[in-house]
């Protein structure tokens, strides 16, 4: 029996790289695109949780925030 869970990609650009990771799992993955970087950190996640499986899992919450910096 296999399970489906949803789970949030965190993408950033590092060079000529774009790193993705998942906050709920602690998997991470890099690609020339965004969309290879997430499907890269699909496959790792899965097969993470092959190995690991998930007893539960709850998502992050997103938000932003600003902060003065002296120059």
């Known amino acids: 029996m296999s399970n489906k869970y949803t789970f949030t990609a965190i993408v ?12 709920e799992v602690g998997t991470a993955s890099q690609g020339s695109t965004i969309e290879e ?10 097969l993470y949780l092959e190995e690991f499986p998930l007893k539960e899992t709850q998502h992050p919450i997103l938000t932003t925030f600003e902060v003065a910096a002296n120059a």
């Open 37 to 46: 970087s997430v499907s890269n950190l699909q496959e790792a996640t899965g």
């Open 12 to 23: 950033r650009r590092e060079n000529n790289l774009y790193v993705a990771g998942c906050p």
